[in-house]
Every structure is written in structure tokens, then in C-alpha cells.
């Protein structure tokens, strides 16, 4: 893939620190790290390592990456990675995608109380699934899949929902057999939805009861009991929104499909088409008008705000195992799927694991670059000195 004319990087150069100074009273250290980390991300602030073809000897120097989960540039390799790691876990089985939404009304909660709803969207999702899964009215079986958290819109405004991702099917109650959904569709989506709503809307008053959720500026009279239960109310007058595509293909295609979801980040620098001026233009699908393309122009500092408001609590995890998937269940569970799909051994996607393996390659010769030395930023710039004098000398 061809580099994108325009980064987030290159915003937060020009605008990052004009930025800074004007939002001071709601920005974050965290929101500062993560500038930072974009900001510098593969450059010589963050050092380097020096790499030398085994074949022919050639030699190159590469800056370090951030490694932020919120930076554009950085997701690759990790995704690789765990890409990789679930091609031992996959099933002969035709897969299901399943969106939970919360109403546009709960935006403005999560953004003052990220980890309790977000934690709650998880929980909510998870719970609803299982047990719907488990009723015997509709698939009677213990299913196992993974969620994973997205926090925006194609407009980059705040629009919490989870991915889940399932194999079509699952176990019985006693683990002998291995039982196939009854609808093309897997489970009901309005039974979905009806749960789903009840779950969460009970889990915000557990929260609030407990004095877990934060009322700042011009939400804090719904900290009055009264004023909040009211709120809830608002709550049941539509159905939320749980959409659920039709199985799709098998475990090469469930990776290439994954790969669209797990490591992605708010915008990526490709959507990014000009930058000028103090504005930035990008582009975005109008799910509203049948996913019509649109280019978007707001100002610099709105951009940074909008891209700031998907920065996650530390040490949150965004994507999760429930079920027979869920990591203290999988080593005893997996085995007793395939046993009972006819599966003799996992099933490693030789796409994955291609990926993972292609170590960097000569430029040269196409031979392998092995690491001979880490840099720290004074060490490539004293190199970087040296060099420029050497020029001038000769």
C-alpha cells in the first residue's frame, strides 16, 4: 500500500500545539501521550535500531514505532499478530456478525465515564447473546465468540457499538454434540435488541446507585435520583439498534473479515485527502443515504477534538473471548468443537501466518534484515552529524 499523502501525524504537527493550549481545561495526560506518541511515531525522538541483510550485507536504520494502539501507523504488525493467533481457533462453520448500538441519547454518559459504560457495553452484549443463545426456543446451545469495541462514526463523532463475531452454532448443555442454528439469521434480532436494553438500562442503575457515574457541567442534575430514573424512562421509547449480517464464508474468510475490525483506529491516515490551510478534508460513508461517499471538511482543531474523544482508559481491553472462546474455557472447549465438527487439528490459515513470518527484506538482494544494534535518539544524531559533516568535508 502506497504512503498516504496526509497523516494525523502531520495535524499534529502543525496544530498540535495551538491545540494544546486552547482545550487545557478538559484535556488529559492521556490525551497529551497520545498526541505525543502519533506525533514522534517513527522518527529519531523515539530512537532506532540499525538492520543488516544476512545475504549481502547491507545495512539500514529505522526509527521506532509508538506502538500506541491509537495511532493510524501502528496497528500492522499487531494485527498481524493476533490474526495469526486465531487461526488455531477457528471452526469449519460459517460465522456471524452481530452490531449492538447504544441510543445517540447515552453518547454524552460515556464520554465522562468511559470504563463503566464501555465495561457495561461488553457485559451487556455478552450477557444478551449467551443467554438468547442458551434458550431453547431459539438455539438451545452454548455459544463462544469475541466482541470488539468501536467508539465511532465515519464523521469521527462518538458512537460507542461492539462487533461480535460467532461461529454459527454450539455445544449442547452436556458437550456431546454439536448443535446447528435453526434461522438463517442465528438468533432473533429484536429478541436481541429487547434484552439488550433491559441488560444495560439495569446495569446504569446498578452504577448509578453505587455512585460509580460522573454528572459533570450541564449533566449534573441528573445526579438528582429522580431526574435520572426519568432519563431511563426516555430509554425504552425505541428499540435499540442490534443489526446481524447472514453467516458468512469460512475460516480464510472470517480472517480477512476480522482483520476489517480488531486493530482499527478512529480514522486511518488514507481517508485523510487534503490539509491545508488549518482544515482538513476526509472521507466518510453516509450510512443515513445508502452508504453514499462524501468528503468531510472541518477545521484542524475540530479534527484533534473528534479524534480525541476515541482515546481509551488505560489498560483497557478492547476486545474480548466470552463463551466457550473465553480464555479460561478455550484450552478445554476447542478440542471437544472440533472433536465433535470432525476437526483433527486446528486449523492454522497459512495467510496468517505468511504475514506474520515475512521478516523485513532487503531492499538489495531480498535477503532477511536482522537487527544488529538498538540506537537511542542521541546515537542517531550524532550518526546523522557525522554524516553531514562528511558530506561537506568532501
Given at each position: 500500500m502506497t504512503r498516504?499523502?496526509?497523516e494525523v501525524a502531520d495535524i499534529i504537527r502543525a496544530n498540535g500545539d495551538s491545540f494544546v493550549d486552547r482545550n487545557r481545561s478538559w484535556l488529559t495526560w492521556l490525551h497529551l501521550r497520545i498526541l505525543f506518541a502519533i506525533e514522534h511515531c517513527r522518527?529519531?525522538?523515539?530512537?532506532?535500531?540499525?538492520?543488516r541483510c544476512r545475504q549481502c550485507g547491507f545495512e539500514a536504520t529505522s526509527f521506532n514505532s509508538c506502538r500506541s494502539r491509537h495511532c493510524p501507523k501502528c496497528q500492522t504488525n499487531a494485527r498481524n499478530q493476533w490474526l495469526a493467533a486465531r487461526g488455531q481457533e477457528l471452526l469449519p462453520v460459517k460465522y456471524v456478525h452481530v452490531v449492538f448500538t447504544i441510543p445517540h441519547e447515552l453518547s454524552w454518559l460515556a464520554l465522562h465515564n468511559?470504563?463503566?459504560?464501555?465495561d457495561l457495553l461488553f457485559h451487556a452484549s455478552a450477557a444478551?447473546?449467551?443467554e438468547i443463545a442458551a434458550d431453547p426456543k431459539h438455539l438451545g446451545a452454548e455459544i463462544g465468540f469475541l466482541s470488539v469495541l468501536h467508539t465511532w462514526g465515519q464523521n469521527l463523532q462518538i458512537h460507542p457499538h461492539i462487533h461480535c463475531v460467532i461461529p454459527s452454532g454450539g455445544l449442547s448443555t452436556d458437550h456431546q454434540r454439536w448443535i446447528h442454528p435453526r434461522y438463517s439469521f442465528f438468533l432473533p434480532v429484536k429478541v436481541l435488541s429487547r434484552v439488550f436494553r433491559g441488560k444495560f438500562v439495569a446495569g446504569l442503575k446498578r452504577a448509578f446507585r453505587d455512585g460509580q457515574l460522573l454528572f459533570p457541567g450541564k449533566m449534573k442534575p441528573l445526579a438528582q435520583q429522580k431526574a435520572f430514573r426519568g432519563?431511563?424512562?426516555?430509554?425504552?421509547r425505541n428499540d435499540w439498534v442490534v443489526y446481524a449480517k447472514r453467516p458468512f464464508g469460512g475460516p480464510e474468510h472470517v480472517l480477512q473479515y476480522l482483520a476489517r475490525y480488531t486493530h482499527r483506529v478512529a480514522i486511518s491516515n488514507h481517508r485523510i485527502v487534503d490539509f491545508a490551510d488549518g482544515k482538513v478534508t476526509f472521507r466518510w460513508k453516509d450510512y443515513a443515504h445508502k452508504n453514499k461517499k462524501r468528503l468531510m471538511t472541518v477545521t484542524a482543531e475540530e479534527f484533534?477534538?473528534?479524534?480525541?474523544?476515541?482515546?481509551?482508559p488505560r489498560g483497557f481491553v478492547r476486545i474480548r473471548f466470552c463463551g466457550f472462546l473465553a480464555n479460561r474455557r478455550r484450552g478445554n472447549l476447542l478440542p471437544v468443537c472440533r472433536q465433535l465438527l470432525a476437526v483433527a487439528?486446528?486449523?492454522q490459515s497459512s495467510t496468517a501466518a505468511a504475514k506474520v513470518s515475512g521478516?523485513?527484506?532487503?531492499?538489495?538482494c531480498g535477503g532477511a534484515m536482522a537487527l544488529i544494534e538498538k540506537l537511542t535518539p542521541q546515537q542517531i544524531l550524532r550518526r546523522s552529524v557525522g554524516r553531514e559533516s562528511s558530506a561537506d568535508t568532501s
Open positions: 498516504p499523502p496526509f522518527t529519531a525522538v523515539l530512537g532506532g535500531h540499525l538492520d468511559k470504563k463503566i459504560v464501555y444478551t447473546l449467551l432519563f431511563l424512562r426516555t430509554l425504552f484533534l477534538r473528534r479524534f480525541l474523544l476515541h482515546s481509551l487439528s486446528p486449523m521478516a523485513w527484506r532487503c531492499p538489495c
